[in-house]
């Protein structure tokens, strides 16, 4: 059974700091999807890494796959209290049969 | 555009009671996805369709777990027999046509059984 384990699980970070959020997964996949879920909500698309060595950046935040490692990173650059949310790694697609497999998640609180 | 909606967004049902919920996608998209995410877990995913076809089910936990979209478009859910294990955030989630791409996801269902 293929899984995706994310770490940290929980994380406490001071405004203006830096962090990585690290996505493990145990099978190939050509693809990786960062989400981000505030708190009763829904999920919200974040990068979709479509190849070894992509890196996308998008404010604060950047991501990067290497394929060969398994290993997604998520960096948290100068954090703002508006970045506390849950943030998901998937994976999936045909290359997984079909199906897509979620990390346990990762829930980020920025202190002022 | 309008998103992917859902409804009812909340639903309270008794142990052995039937629910069906709904999920209209983004027009236009292909693909359509049902997950699960019981609280404070990832989405676990359920089923997938292309167009009105089922390509795979083999995340819904049971037999009392029936998902369908005749017309390629809205699709329901259904769960039978309802346990209190069923409780979770059912989600649903569209994407343009093929699989790979971004899934966009609705607000979610809310079911909890008692």
């Known amino acids: 059974e293929l899984k995706v384990e994310q770490n940290p699980l929980f994380l406490s970070m001071q405004e203006g700091k830096n962090y990585t959020i690290y996505c493990n997964y145990s099978t190939t996949s050509d693809r990786l999807y960062w989400y981000r879920q505030d708190p009763g909500k829904s999920l919200e698309s974040l990068f979709v890494?479509?190849?070894?060595?992509a890196v996308k950046q998008e404010g604060r935040l950047m991501a990067s796959l290497d394929t060969k490692a398994r290993l997604s990173t998520l960096h948290i650059t100068a954090a703002v209290h508006d970045l506390s949310a849950t943030y998901f790694c998937a994976v999936g697609g045909r290359n997984t049969g079909n199906q897509f497999y979620f990390g346990t998640g990762t829930s980020l609180t920025v202190i002022p | 555009g309008a998103g992917v909606s859902q409804s009812p967004r909340y639903k309270v049902a008794k142990r052995g009671q039937d629910v069906a919920l709904r999920c209209d996608p983004i027009?236009?998209?292909?693909?359509l996805f049902w997950y699960q995410q019981a609280l404070g877990q990832g989405p676990e995913f359920l089923t997938y369709?292309?167009?009105?076809?089922?390509?795979?089910k083999s995340g819904l936990p049971s037999d009392r777990f029936f998902a369908e979209r005749p017309e390629g478009s809205v699709s329901t859910l259904k769960i039978q027999r309802t346990q209190q294990e069923d409780s979770a955030v059912y989600l649903c989630a569209s994407s343009h046509t093929d699989i790979q791409e971004t899934q966009y996801f609705g607000p979610g269902t809310r079911l909890l059984v008692l």
């Open positions: 027009s236009g998209h292909v693909s």
């Open positions: 890494l479509l190849s070894n060595g």
């Open positions: 369709f292309q167009n009105e076809a089922q390509l795979d």
